[in-house]
């Protein structure tokens, strides 16, 4: 029941602050709170089980193989998976951006011991063999997420408290899927979420209100800041806001253009703000892309 550095990532992925094996929930915990050096795919092979992420910082995609990475994972969500059979799993993670979180690993095993296999095979009941939840992780699972990066080198009573986190993530993130599975959108929703999404991301350079989207989509906006946050992991005003600091983003490092330009077609006046807004959710001043 030790942390220790891992080693042997692909060049460019996050690499992991520390890994702890805790015996008393059987988990493997990972903290991360590093840089990507550069566009990295990777690939693995996972086993029956339950894997929670508590995302602090980052952008990346994961999935399994088939699915081309469709898992969103972005700034303060809290994602689980439970998978039924051995699956083949595909991350994405994009040049420059800064990951900080913790994820969790779960054999069934351990969640049999645990006295949560009962809650992991009801997920599977009405067939298939992965179950996802996506959803804005809390203050207090944002905070427990924090305080398990500082814990470096814990001695006996530091390695129950991560025992206990860990315990608390994983309930966490059973109970996302569990509540997810129970509450599965209906198509027509999830048809208008989607063409919400489309709609933001086709004209970013529209200055979105929740109510012309909601509209567009045939949705109230209640309905759509609702659900849209539940879908998507991240309000209708974040996912716009994120989408246009990640075209700039784009643009600054492909095209010849200066950070006011940047700023401006991602709908900023002012580029002081839009400097903040960058460096707030890449870690890093947008000039640092042209250098």
């Known amino acids: 029941m030790e942390l220790k550095p891992v080693g042997g990532p692909p060049v460019g992925a996050p690499q992991p602050s520390f890994v702890y094996v805790s015996k008393a929930t059987g988990s493997v915990v990972r903290g991360v709170s590093s840089w990507i050096e550069r566009d ?28 081309n990475a469709s898992i969103e994972y972005c700034d303060g969500n809290l994602v689980a998976f439970a998978v039924a059979e051995t699956t083949d799993w595909v991350g ?21 011991s645990l006295g949560l296999s009962e809650s992991f095979q009801r997920l599977f009941e009405s067939g298939g063999r992965i179950a996802i939840g996506r959803a804005s992780a809390d203050a207090r699972l944002q905070g427990i997420c924090e305080n398990m990066l500082q814990m470096r080198a814990p001695d006996d009573c530091g390695r ?59 949705l109230g906006a209640r309905s759509l800041r609702a659900h849209f946050r539940n879908e998507f992991g991240q309000s209708v005003t974040e996912y716009a806001r994120n989408a246009r600091l990640d075209r700039a983003r784009a643009a600054l490092a492909q095209r010849n253009i200066t950070v006011s330009e940047a700023a401006y077609d991602a709908g900023y006046n002012n580029p002081a703000n839009f400097a903040t807004a960058f460096r707030r959710r890449f870690g890093y001043a947008p000039s640092k892309v042209q250098s």
């Not at 690939?43 to 910082?57: A, K």
């Not at 993130?173 to 599965?184: A, F, M, P, Q, T």
């Open 160 to 218: 129950v408290l991560l025992d206990a986190y860990s315990m608390e993530a994983i309930v966490a993130g059973l109970r996302l899927l569990r509540d997810g599975h129970k509450k599965e959108l209906r198509p027509f929703l999830k048809d208008r979420l989607s063409r919400a999404r489309d709609l933001i991301e086709t004209e970013l350079t529209g200055q979105w209100t929740v109510d012309e989207l909601a509209g567009k989509v045939g």
């Open 92 to 112: 994405v993670l994009s040049e420059g951006a800064a990951m900080r979180g913790v994820g969790i690993s779960v054999p069934f095993s351990a969640l049999a």
């Open 40 to 67: 990295v795919v990777t690939h693995s092979i996972l086993h029956p089980g339950l894997f929670v992420s508590v995302v602090l910082r980052g952008a990346a995609k994961a999935g399994p193989s088939e699915w």
